[in-house]
């Protein structure tokens, strides 16, 4: 398409890396009451910022998560062109159009932001221009390669002086290739950033995917007006194909509530006597919904109220009660339904009568930390018997919570090991202590308030 607008840019922030930890000490609460509303779906948030900032038009989004990494996506799609502001509550988005980005003038920083900074990776990657990814220390230590080794297919150079790891620089080919490409781990980012690198490469570009993840790319990109097929072969792996150079329009979008950040008031109910509490308006995508099934067959009571559509997604109110868990298998078919979730899950594991294996978690290493590690140690630091292997964790839990607590956990820049500790102390005999509570504002700024709303004692 013609890129008439070539949209005057807005300012580029520099950022910085500085970043003073502030512990947070979770104690033994009263029962949790009450209703609350958790923050918008990050991974939503990330692809209506993206595309809205792509689409020729308007795009208007309510319901974002204002976390610090979906506004990295922000400040990149300005870095790229697009105009965005916020007004009335919502958030305003002038895209340039499919095709149109223009050279960043600096460094992109995404600070602690895996899904922002990969699928940024292929939306610009293919461009013959250069743009210079660079990140948190957590961020320059997670892998890219899933990501640079089919864009390297598609024409793509990468300079990264670190093996593959950011700070990097891409620079794209005259004419991007298409390519078909089966995506070797269970990955929803590595899908997205080759779809996203289809959109400005002639033809059509396929990825397959084994094993099915999260599909907010597949749904956001159909509405936006891409052009995509999506089929299933006899294995039951999905071929998702994009068609390259399509005219992209802006849209209206409600961002429903994040199911991966529901995830924590839910546990906290789950564990502390006498609670009820219910959580309003959460996704319930059925590539997202695996922690909702996994505690119900832990015993948990969680009833889904008035289920309704919203937006192209179902969503529903999430009633919990306190109650008497009890350990079971998790098998790793369920893993990608709820990949986010384990730390919190083994929270809720050290609660339950009798042990909680978990299998299928390998790609829980290369997460914000490594998440299999950083809960064990967790675990063991607060008491908890549990034992890791290379990809399975296994917990036994205390129901009473009796001699469960005392420790000091290391956060390793997660936001979701941060919070998942504290729900623990929540319930525990003695206190959990944080090592560090701001990369929480990563993905769930309010949690505090919120916690505090339903009786919970941080500080
Ligand atoms: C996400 C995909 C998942 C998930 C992440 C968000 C996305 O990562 O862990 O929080 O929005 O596409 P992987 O693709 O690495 O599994």
């Known amino acids: 398409m013609l890129c008439a607008a070539r949209i005057s840019r807005e300012q580029d922030r520099p950022m910085s890396h500085a970043h003073k930890p502030?512990?947070?000490?979770?104690?033994?609460?009263?029962a949790l009451s009450g209703s609350m509303r958790v923050p918008g779906d990050k991974s939503i948030s990330h692809r209506a910022m993206m595309f809205g900032g792509l689409a020729r038009g308007l795009t208007r989004v309510a319901g974002l998560l204002e976390g610090e990494d979906v506004?990295?996506?922000?400040?990149?799609?300005?870095?790229?062109?697009?105009?965005?502001?916020?007004?009335?509550?919502?958030?305003?988005?002038?895209?340039?159009?499919?095709?149109?980005?223009?050279?960043?003038?600096?460094?992109?920083?995404?600070?602690?932001?895996?899904?922002?900074?990969?699928?940024?990776?292929?939306?610009?990657?293919?461009?013959?221009?250069?743009?210079?990814?660079?990140?948190?220390?957590?961020l320059q230590s997670r892998p890219m390669k899933r990501v640079l080794d089919p864009l390297r297919l598609m024409g793509v150079e990468v300079d990264a002086s670190t093996g593959d790891r950011m700070p990097l620089t891409l620079r794209g080919p005259r004419q991007a290739t298409p390519i078909v490409y089966r995506v070797p781990?269970?990955?929803a980012q590595v899908k997205s950033a080759v779809l996203l690198a289809g959109l400005n490469t002639p033809g059509v570009t396929t990825v397959i995917e084994p094993v099915m993840t999260r599909d907010h790319t597949e749904k956001m990109l159909a509405g936006f007006g891409a052009g995509l097929e999506i089929d299933t072969d006899a294995a039951g792996a999905r071929h998702i194909h994009v068609h390259g150079h399509g005219d992209l329009?802006?849209?209206?979008?409600?961002?429903?509530?994040?199911?991966?950040s529901a995830a924590f008031p839910l546990v906290a109910a789950l564990i502390v006597p006498g609670s009820d509490v219910t959580i309003d308006n959460v996704l319930m995508n059925p590539t997202?919904?695996?922690?909702?099934?996994?505690?119900?067959?832990?015993?948990?009571?969680?009833?889904?109220?008035?289920?309704?559509?919203?937006?192209?997604?179902?969503?529903?109110?999430?009633?919990?009660?306190?109650?008497?868990?009890?350990?079971?298998?998790?098998?790793?078919?369920?893993?990608?339904?709820?990949?986010?979730?384990?730390?919190?899950?083994?929270?809720?594991?050290?609660?339950?009568?009798?042990?909680?294996?978990?299998?299928?978690l390998d790609e829980l290493r290369v997460k914000e930390s490594d998440r299999l590690a950083a809960v064990a140690r967790g675990l063991e630091e607060n008491g908890v018997d549990c034992a890791e292997g290379k990809d399975w964790l296994?917990?036994?839990?205390?129901?009473?919570?009796?001699?469960?607590?005392?420790?000091?956990v290391a956060t390793h820049l997660d936001h979701r090991i941060a919070m998942s500790f504290l729900v623990m102390g929540l319930a525990a005999e003695k206190p959990v202590t944080v090592d560090d509570s701001t990369m929480i504002a990563t993905s769930f700024p309010e949690f505090m308030g919120l916690m505090a709303g339903l009786g919970a004692e941080i500080d």
């Open 185 to 187: 781990m269970a990955s």
């Open 71 to 138: 506004l990295r996506t922000r400040d990149a799609m300005i870095a790229f062109g697009a105009k965005i502001e916020k007004r009335d509550g919502a958030w305003l988005i002038h895209g340039v159009g499919n095709g149109c980005l223009l050279e960043p003038a600096g460094p992109l920083d995404f600070g602690n932001a895996g899904t922002g900074s990969r699928l940024t990776m292929g939306l610009a990657g293919v461009y013959a221009m250069k743009t210079t990814f660079i990140g948190d220390a957590s």
């Open 249 to 260: 329009t802006g849209q209206d979008i409600e961002v429903p509530g994040d199911p991966s």
């Open 288 to 360: 997202r919904t695996g922690l909702i099934q996994t505690l119900r067959e832990m015993g948990g009571r969680i009833e889904l109220v008035n289920r309704r559509g919203a937006g192209g997604e179902d969503v529903a109110d999430v009633r919990v009660r306190h109650s008497d868990l009890r350990g079971v298998t998790v098998p790793a078919e369920r893993a990608p339904s709820m990949i986010d979730e384990y730390p919190v899950l083994a929270v809720a594991a050290s609660f339950a009568d009798g042990e909680t294996r978990m299998l299928g």
């Open 394 to 408: 296994s917990v036994r839990g205390r129901p009473d919570g009796k001699g469960l607590g005392g420790g000091a």
């Open 22 to 30: 502030i512990p947070a000490t979770a104690r033994r609460s009263p």
